[in-house]
């Protein structure tokens, strides 16, 4: 959906949804379960996810599609399920934007295998696994692909080359970055001036980082990122580091705690703002609070 590039051009700061997994798991999701499975089997819970972020503020949706991939559902022998997951996923969502408003984002993970010459997958066959996927999306009724918490910049440039060659919707491709001794690099030893040149490059329409970090190193690796492109640049930071307390994750950043760093954010160059990890719908609202309260300085 084009409107997505144009209220970003024109200067709007959007907002964007918060977790699906944590969310899930919040509505029963167990351990070895199959979360796109869920679109099937549980449409319900996962429509009303979608439906209480777009009630919470959300202007862009994005799918519980995460792992969707052929080589991500074969983990769970479901591997022939890819369009019937994928389709049913973006359907849902498409039907609470439909009534609520707002952009509905497939999203699109890694898919946890390593490409030649680190690995056995060849680069034809991983584009064939995107793309197998991101038609199913398309078929979905998909408004944008967001191909997210990705580390590889060559499997993130394949997922973004198979949108633009099989598509006319806007591509959107974020990264995780964790901070060492050498500054803040993907596991996989991609620099943020390395992501958004490489994003950019393989012709990425909005980029941008998501997981791995609460909203306050977030704010340090936007205004990295915004000094190495002029794209549009989305974020979704987690609710805090993960915590193990009593035997389960938990996140112990509140809304009120996001909320005061979006102005932060907004100053550092970002045009899109939502959650991750530990996100919840009230965390998106007082996001969506804070970016229309937002005074540039």
């Known amino acids: 959906m084009n409107s997505l590039l144009d209220r970003v051009k024109k200067g709007e700061i959007l907002v964007s949804d918060g977790a699906m997994g944590t969310m899930l798991q919040n509505k029963g999701l167990k351990i070895g379960e199959c979360p796109e499975e869920w679109n099937i089997t549980h449409s319900a819970e996962v429509y009303a996810i979608t439906e209480d972020y777009l009630k919470a503020g959300s202007d862009m949706v994005v799918t519980n599609t995460f792992g969707g991939s052929r080589f991500k559902l074969a983990k769970f022998g479901l591997e022939a ?3 019937e997951f994928n389709k049913a996923g973006v359907s849902l969502a498409k039907k609470a934007a439909v009534q609520y ?3 509905v984002a497939g999203s699109v993970g890694p898919t946890g295998e390593f490409m030649q010459p680190l690995g056995t997958v060849t680069e034809d066959a991983m584009y064939d696994v995107f793309k197998e996927q991101i038609l199913a999306q398309i078929q979905g009724g998909a408004d944008a692909i967001c191909i997210e918490t990705m580390t590889s910049l060559e499997e993130i440039s394949i997922a973004i080359r198979a949108v633009k060659e099989n598509t006319s919707v806007p591509a959107i491709g974020t990264m995780t970055f964790d901070k060492g ?20 490059k393989a012709g990425a329409d909005i980029i941008g980082t998501n997981c791995g970090n609460g909203i306050g190193p977030m704010v340090d690796i936007v205004m990295e990122m915004r000094e190495y492109s002029s794209k549009p640049i989305l974020v979704q930071a987690n609710a805090g580091i993960p915590e193990l307390i009593n035997g389960k994750t938990c996140f112990r950043d509140t809304p009120r705690d996001m909320s005061k760093k979006v102005s932060a ?3 550092a160059g970002a045009n899109i703002i939502g959650g991750c990890c530990g996100t919840t719908p009230e965390h998106i ?8 309260n937002f005074k540039a300085k």
């Not at 993907?186 to 620099?191: E, F, K, L, N």
């Not at 609202?285 to 229309?292: L, T």
């Open 81 to 83: 399920k890819v369009a």
């Open 101 to 103: 408003g707002g952009t």
């Open 181 to 200: 001794i050498q500054g803040y690099k993907t596991m996989m030893g991609v620099s943020i001036k390395e992501a958004a040149l490489g994003l950019e």
């Open 265 to 267: 954010l907004i100053d």
């Open 285 to 292: 609202k007082a996001i969506r609070n804070a970016v229309s």
